[in-house]
């Protein structure tokens, strides 16, 4: 039978509504990140950095750009006979289909294939955090304490913690009190979704709990190892680590990237994030086109100036055009004589000539104002953009727009432009 010591979930199925139309049609771990890579390529990396080669996958929401990516694992050298990378969508079974309501449903709902390995020890992980960690670190930790549960953990600002799971440990990192999400937390030590379990704990923990609407690790199954006597332990994490499940978040990550000296460095030699990279020739920059303290991709022809941005593969920017503070996705074309400020411009966007983004004083944004904030200008995949228009701060563009969608020329401050569906 297979033995393998520690072997890893990766939830990847989250739809990260908070990005708004940048997950219209993808998954948030598919979403593109610092140039080439794209989100789930951390977590995945982490895996093969840190000598665990067995992970599977679990995805749900617009799956395809992920499984595409993720392939058979050849670029995470996870492409094996025993082990590897497995994509685990929801399945037709023979009694109760059902699709994943929760995320320890998903992983409940993959038993047989962690059973398989015959585990001692199963690694839950998130698909779309920004961070490097060695989980061998994390795993001795794990067994120096004879823990069944160890929950990753760091210290998060006071006020933000009622956002996350908080841990109240001992002076040993016991866990003596586990909060989800509460308005009035006791510490400021923040789960961060990474979790070691023993796989007999863990098994037992989901069988028990299996009934449960939304089944969730942070609601369900910590409070019933912890009411269940489990030894659960926090590893204090203290490196960088980001959740990139806003866009203000997901610019600002993007943004440190190119930082002078990066506080997260995809440069280190001895901890790699490996991607799916295709076979592209170097970028090009014409002698006219300035490039400041960028990231750019191959095969991207830069003619006009980009400065603090982040410009991803086979990306154009035309003649005469001043990109600043913006991140340009795969495939994009920027027209000439645009100017782009705070731009987020998503995958095969087409910017006309003389399009004028990030313009005037913010507003809030008219329909989802808690989604398309700190002066950002999102524009979705595939989105065409006319000649000569101006956009606001705070505001979106999505879909085949004509120059009739642009009253005067012009969409204002905290406008939402979604013309969705035509290109479908």
């Known amino acids: 039978m297979i033995k393998k010591e520690m072997i890893a979930m990766l939830l990847a199925g989250g739809q990260g509504s908070r990005l708004g139309v940048l997950t219209a049609k993808m998954a948030k771990p598919a979403v593109s990140f610092g140039g080439k890579y794209r989100i789930i390529d951390f977590p995945l990396s982490n895996c093969i950095n840190s000598g665990v080669d067995t992970v599977g996958v679990l995805t749900q929401y617009q799956p395809l750009r992920l499984n595409t990516h993720i392939g058979i694992g050849i670029p995470w050298d996870l492409d094996r006979n025993i082990g590897g990378v497995t994509v685990l969508p929801p399945y037709e079974k023979s009694s109760n289909s059902?699709?994943?309501?929760?995320?320890?449903?998903?992983?409940?709902?993959?038993?047989?294939?962690?059973?398989?390995?015959?585990?001692?020890?199963?690694?839950?992980?998130?698909?779309?955090?920004?961070?490097?960690?060695?989980?061998?670190?994390?795993?001795?930790?794990?067994?120096?304490?004879?823990?069944?549960?160890?929950?990753?953990?760091?210290?998060?600002?006071?006020?933000?913690?009622?956002?996350?799971?908080?841990?109240i440990t001992d002076d040993d990192y016991r866990i003596t009190e586990f909060e989800e999400k509460p308005e009035h937390p006791h510490g400021n030590l923040a789960s961060m979704g990474i979790y070691i379990f023993n796989w007999k704990t863990l098994k037992s923990a989901l069988k028990a709990m299996a009934d449960q609407e939304n089944l969730d690790f942070g609601k369900h199954i910590i409070p019933y190892c912890r009411e269940n006597g489990s030894n659960l332990y926090a590893y204090e994490y203290n490196s960088y680590w980001k959740d990139v499940g806003t866009l203000h978040s997901y610019w600002e990550a993007n943004m440190e990237l190119i930082d002078i000296v990066p506080e997260f460095n995809l440069y280190e030699e001895y901890w790699k994030i490996y991607t799916k990279s295709d076979t592209l020739p170097p970028q090009y920059i014409s002698s006219g086109g300035i490039v400041e303290q960028c990231i750019i991709g191959g095969a991207s022809n830069i003619y006009g100036e980009i400065y603090r941005s982040v410009i991803g593969c086979d990306v154009t920017i035309g003649k005469g055009s001043v990109v600043r503070n913006s991140i340009i996705m795969n495939g994009a074309v920027i027209g000439e004589n645009c100017v782009l400020e705070k731009a987020i411009v998503a995958e095969n966007a087409r910017i006309g000539d003389g399009v004028k983004l990030g313009v005037g004083e913010a507003v809030p944004n008219e329909t989802d104002p808690k989604i398309y904030t700190d002066g950002l200008v999102t524009v979705g995949e595939k989105t065409v953009i006319p000649n000569g228009v101006t956009v606001g701060k705070n505001s979106v563009v999505f879909g085949l727009t004509v120059a009739e969608d642009y009253p005067n020329g012009n969409l204002g401050s905290g406008k939402s432009l979604i013309k969705a569906g035509e290109d479908e």
């Open 98 to 167: 059902e699709w994943y309501t929760g995320t320890a449903n998903a992983i409940y709902q993959n038993i047989d294939y962690m059973e398989g390995f015959n585990p001692e020890y199963v690694l839950i992980l998130s698909g779309d955090h920004i961070y490097k960690m060695d989980y061998e670190v994390m795993l001795d930790f794990h067994k120096k304490h004879n823990s069944d549960v160890t929950i990753a953990a760091m210290p998060v600002p006071i006020e933000e913690a009622k956002r996350f799971g908080i841990v």
